[in-house]
């Protein structure tokens, strides 16, 4: 391997990117050295830039950091023996593309022994969020041209069919595994998410749309999109959604009453919430049915807190809320395959929107808040 400098954009403080360089590392025993083709840019990454530093419960980002946890890469060096297989039992060679699994759990904490979800981990790192770049090999995070991967990760093999652009979206369609879990919801059949049942999706960012598209895979039957940007609500339309709500030409009134309209005054089967703003938990819970269920996606980051009615949100509505902490590691694969065979019906090239270079990182991010694009990414090469 060349001895040579690593350029990385890093996060010094919110609202303050460096292009720094770093050490090109050697790889220890049990540790992978990827180096990047193509980073997304995630809601978190949004608000961490934003200045909302506690995620995930009550884990703190500690600057500097190299953010990027939606990562699609080519595997540079392996440590130690020189041997490593990916989650599935893949044994992984140098040339290799794969996708980096975003969390490493402890395996030893209360959580993980007994089998708790990864995001329950007591003592989880999260690539380019709470790995800070000062500590050594630095390297934690998807926005450099090289990411390191420390012991306890997972790496997942790309099938071949499937191009980076779509790759990438990998961990976040991984997320709607939310909607797998809907389905098992209950031991009643009455009370899970059912087959032709009757999905609102507030927000279709890129989650949303991972959502969106997921429900349709699952059976759903009338799928309608909530967001403020006639730009997404097109592209919903494209991968499945039947009818479309500008929030910004509506009022909360109004919104609801379509989804009524909808669905022969009842409300909706399930709201999905991933819009990622507090005020749009309330509304999501009056769109349901009685006895509806809402999965709650959105709201990562600590954006603060909301007021509702416990009687008329959850008893009168005889609510169920399914909340989404992250995605599994087992639906990365299946991810993959399940994106590789829907290429031909949806147009998931063209879910990459915008792409920039780590020297543009400040406007690539300012980019990804605009209405105006969908999924946008950093190509660490370019």
Not at 312 to 339: D, F, T, W
Request: one cysteine or more.
């Amino acid at each position: 391997m060349p001895a040579q400098t690593v350029l990385a954009a890093t996060l010094v403080e919110p609202g303050r990117y460096e292009l720094r360089e770093y050490p090109l590392p050697e790889p220890a025993p049990g540790c992978v050295l990827v180096k990047m083709l193509m980073s997304g840019i995630c809601g978190t990454d949004k608000h961490t830039f934003q200045g909302y530093t506690t995620q995930y419960g009550d884990r703190r980002v500690e600057f500097p950091i190299i953010q990027g946890h939606e990562n699609v890469g080519i595997v540079e060096a392996i440590g130690g023996d020189g041997t490593y297989t990916d989650f599935e039992g893949i044994p992984l060679r140098p040339g290799d593309r794969v996708v980096v699994g975003a969390n490493v759990a402890c395996g030893e904490c209360y959580y993980c022994r007994h089998d708790f979800p990864y995001y329950c981990c007591e003592k989880m790192t999260d690539y380019g969020n709470n790995l800070s770049a000062k500590n050594a090999p630095h390297l934690f995070g998807g926005w450099s041209q090289y990411m390191y991967i420390v012991p306890g990760s997972f790496l997942v093999k790309v099938p071949d069919d499937l191009p980076s652009e779509i790759a990438v979206l990998t961990e976040i369609f991984a997320v709607a595994v939310g909607l797998d879990r809907a389905k098992q919801m209950s031991a009643f059949p009455s009370e899970s998410f059912r087959f032709d049942d009757s999905v609102v999706v507030l927000g279709v960012g890129p989650l949303g749309m991972c959502f969106l598209m997921k429900a349709r895979m699952l059976g759903a039957g009338t799928i309608v999109a909530v967001d403020l940007s006639d730009y997404r609500l097109k592209f919903a339309k494209s991968l499945g959604a039947d009818h479309v709500i500008n929030a910004t030409l509506t009022s909360k009134s109004e919104r609801l009453q379509i989804i009524k309209d909808l669905t022969h005054g009842r409300g909706a089967d399930v709201v999905i919430e991933c819009a990622g703003v507090p005020a749009a938990v309330p509304e999501a819970l009056e769109m349901l049915r009685i006895s509806g269920l809402m999965v709650e996606a959105g709201n990562f980051s600590d954006l603060g807190e909301i007021s509702f009615s416990p009687h008329r949100h959850l008893c009168a509505k005889n609510a169920r809320i399914l909340s989404v902490g992250g995605e599994e590691p087992a639906a990365y694969g299946p991810g993959m395959r399940q994106m590789a065979r829907y290429q031909k019906q949806y147009p998931l090239g063209e879910f990459v929107s915008h792409r920039y270079k780590l020297r543009d990182v400040g406007a690539a991010v300012q980019k990804s808040i605009e209405p105006t694009s969908m999924k946008v990414v950093l190509e660490p090469w370019s």
